[in-house]
């Protein structure tokens, strides 16, 4: 994860005066590439690094700047650098934070303040109550930090098996857990987990482990199982922007047609659009998939069924 990364750039930074890119990609084992970018983004974020060319040089800070971070306890620290996606503001978190902004240079400690305070998120849709993160986040947490093989119940009716947690990933109100197993790696959303129970065990992951790569990977097969089914509508140009709310990136604009708009859908099945689209009655055309028009023809008929002979009383 890239906080911890910068934070150990700066540390390193202060231990040894200069760097370059490749001794400080040699030392948190990643690319030069990612080191000099990593180096490029704590200047461009004001902390006082430069470079310094030719023979001899590196990167080094103004003047010797130094930043303590010497006052964060291990769960601090750890909760720190595991705020990647939709984490909780524990009291931990915030206690980390005060004490990185005593820490930082006084000329930074304004912009670091309200930066801090700029922007706030809201996990709640509108009308709906806030979901709270599974309780078994935070225990993989640690598991994964401390590199120490757990002991999971996955699903209903299935016998526990001992995976080795590698990194955990927070997609919207889901969480799931990138884990090394007997058949290689596999990918567990933490919300079926029934139970997890850390072992005494360690393990060493492997060392071309990324968790960003392994769940770009994830993501690519999902979207592939997204889009098995598609069908093109014809719609009001002014309607595209609810179809492309109602789709996201599943919502493909082609081109106007007679004063219309063509617009391709994409689902995992037929039904699922269909579900999305019965509520437009005829603001919209399905001109190319038989298997969503019948899905809404048998929509229709069940709600004619339900609904179509009931008498209605007159006001």
């Known amino acids: ?75 601090e620290a750890r909760s720190l650098f595991l705020l990647l996606g939709p984490a909780a503001a524990t009291p931990e978190v915030r206690s980390a934070l005060r004490k990185l902004l005593r820490a930082l240079p006084a000329t930074f400690r304004a912009e670091a303040s309200a930066a801090a305070a700029a922007v706030v998120v809201d996990p709640a849709g509108w009308g709906e109550p806030e979901r709270p993160r599974p309780p078994l986040v935070d225990l993989l947490q640690s598991t994964v930090v401390r590199r120490t093989r757990v002991s999971l119940m996955y699903g209903s009716g299935q016998d526990p098996r001992v995976v080795e947690p590698w990194g955990l990933v927070g997609k919207g109100e889901l969480w799931y857990l990138i884990a090394g197993t007997e058949r290689g790696r596999r990918t567990f959303r933490v919300d079926r987990i029934a139970e997890a129970r850390p072992t005494a065990e360690t393990f060493t992951p492997p060392e071309d482990f990324d968790l960003n790569a392994a769940w770009q990977e994830v993501v690519e097969v999902v979207e592939r199982k997204q889009t098995e089914t598609s069908a093109t509508v014809l719609v009001a140009p002014r309607h595209v922007r609810v179809l492309r709310d109602q789709f996201g990136r599943h919502c493909h604009v082609l081109e106007e047609h007679d004063g219309r708009t063509r617009v391709r859908l994409t689902a995992p099945r037929p039904i699922m659009i269909a579900q999305h689209l019965a509520g437009w009655g005829a603001l919209l055309e399905v001109v190319d998939s038989p298997e969503v028009e019948a899905e809404l023809a048998r929509l229709g008929s069940e709600l004619v069924a339900r609904y179509g002979s009931r008498d209605r009383a007159q006001p």
């Open 1 to 75: 994860m890239r906080a911890d990364r910068l934070v150990a750039t700066l540390m390193l930074m202060q231990t040894r005066g200069r760097v370059t890119a490749a001794e400080l990609a040699e030392e948190l084992e990643i690319s030069v590439a990612t080191a000099r970018r990593d180096l490029e983004a704590l200047s461009a974020a004001g902390v006082p690094v430069y470079p310094q060319p030719g023979r001899g040089g590196g990167w080094q800070l103004v003047g010797g700047a130094r930043t303590d971070l010497s006052g964060l306890t291990a769960d």
